[in-house]
C-alpha cells in the first residue's frame, strides 16, 4: 500500500479538508508539534473547498518544510467524498505508522507518543483512538459498538435520549461508559485513529461505497474481523471541534447518514435479510423528515438575520 521507491518515514498524516480554512491551521500546527523528533509526513487532501482552505494551507505549508516534515498537498478538482480522498492519501503514504485525522482537531501534548506506545505493547492491538475534548475541555463522548437492527427502533423512539446512561436503550452508543479509562472497544469515531501500516495492507483501503458516514464503522468491523483489538486510550487527548462543513450542509448530511446506515446493514447483517428492506425503510422516511427539518430550521434562521 505505500508508494515504492520512497524512503519510508515514523509517521503519516492523512487529513481530508472542505472548507476547512477555520480549523485547518491549529490542526497543522498541533501535528508539527507532535511530529518533533520523529520522520514524518503530512499528506493533505482538500476536496474542491470553495472557501481560501487551500490558501491557508499553503501558507502553513512553509512551517512544515522548515520543520523537515514531508508536505503533500493533493487538490481534487471536484469534492469526490471523504472517503475516497482519504483513500487517496492512504495510497500516498509511507510511513510505519498512518494518523488518519480530522481538520477540525488539535492533537495535545504527547498523544501521538501515547498512541505508539500501546500499539508496540501489545501485537494484539491493530488501532488506537485518544480520548475526545469539546473546546471546553469537556470530554466527548466517542466510542460506540458496533450497530444492530434494533438500535435504530431505539433512536428514532427517543429512548436513547431518555435513557443515555443506559446499557439497554442506548447499547450502540455505551450509554454509562464515561470515557475515562482504556479499554477495548468496537467502533471509535474516526476522527483521530492511529494504526500501523501493516493494518492497513493487512485490511484494506476504506470502502469508497460509504462517501463520508459509516466508513469508519465498517473498517473497524473489517479490522476486528481480522484478528485485531481497536483501543480506547484516555491518555492521549485531543480537542474535536466538529467541523464547520458538516454544520453547514446538515440537511445533506442527515440525508447521506440515514442511507449510509441502510447501506451498512445491507452489508454486514445478513441473517434475515428481508429485514433490512423494513428498517431501511424506516431510514430512509425518518432521514427524509429529519433533512426536511433542518431545511426548515436553515430557512428559518436565514431569514431572521
Not at 132 to 142: A, F, M, Y
Not at 220 to 239: D, N, Q, T, Y
Not at 262 to 289: C, D, M, P, R
Amino acid at each position: 500500500m505505500c508508494v515504492s521507491g520512497k524512503p519510508e518515514t515514523d509517521f503519516s498524516v492523512v487529513i481530508v479538508t472542505f472548507n476547512s480554512q477555520g480549523e485547518i491551521v491549529p490542526c497543522l500546527q498541533s501535528v508539527r508539534r507532535e511530529l518533533k523528533g520523529t520522520s514524518g509526513e503530512i499528506i493533505l487532501i482538500d476536496n474542491c473547498s470553495n472557501d481560501r482552505t487551500s490558501e491557508v494551507v499553503r501558507a502553513a505549508a512553509g512551517g512544515l518544510e522548515a520543520a523537515t516534515i514531508h508536505f503533500e498537498l493533493i487538490l481534487n478538482k471536484e469534492n469526490v467524498g471523504f472517503t475516497k480522498a482519504l483513500n487517496q492519501g492512504l495510497r500516498a503514504c509511507r510511513g510505519r505508522y498512518i494518523l488518519a485525522l480530522n481538520p477540525d482537531t488539535e492533537l495535545q501534548p504527547a498523544c501521538l507518543q501515547a498512541m505508539r506506545g500501546c500499539l508496540t505493547a501489545d501485537e494484539r492491538i491493530g488501532m488506537v483512538a485518544p480520548q475526545l475534548l469539546n473546546p471546553d475541555g469537556s470530554v466527548q463522548p466517542s466510542c460506540r459498538q458496533f450497530p444492530r437492527r434494533p438500535d435504530v427502533l431505539v433512536e428514532i423512539s427517543g429512548l436513547s435520549r431518555l435513557f443515555p446512561n443506559s446499557a439497554r436503550f442506548n447499547r450502540w452508543k455505551m450509554g454509562g461508559f464515561e470515557h475515562d479509562s482504556r479499554r477495548f472497544v468496537d467502533q471509535p469515531q474516526g476522527a483521530c485513529l492511529l494504526f500501523p501500516r501493516a493494518i492497513l495492507d493487512s485490511v484494506g483501503l476504506w470502502d469508497e461505497r460509504f462517501p463520508m458516514f459509516f466508513s469508519d464503522v465498517d473498517w473497524c468491523r473489517r479490522v476486528k474481523a481480522s484478528g485485531f483489538e481497536i483501543l480506547f486510550e484516555p491518555a492521549a487527548k485531543v480537542v474535536h471541534r466538529k467541523g464547520a462543513s458538516v454544520r453547514c450542509n446538515r440537511a445533506r448530511m442527515i440525508w447521506t447518514s440515514h442511507r449510509s446506515f441502510y447501506h451498512y446493514f445491507k452489508k454486514h447483517e445478513n441473517k434475515f435479510s428481508f429485514v433490512n428492506e423494513i428498517f431501511g425503510a424506516i431510514l430512509l422516511l425518518t432521514g427524509i423528515v429529519r433533512a426536511g427539518a433542518a431545511m426548515l430550521s436553515s430557512g428559518f434562521s436565514k431569514a431572521n438575520k
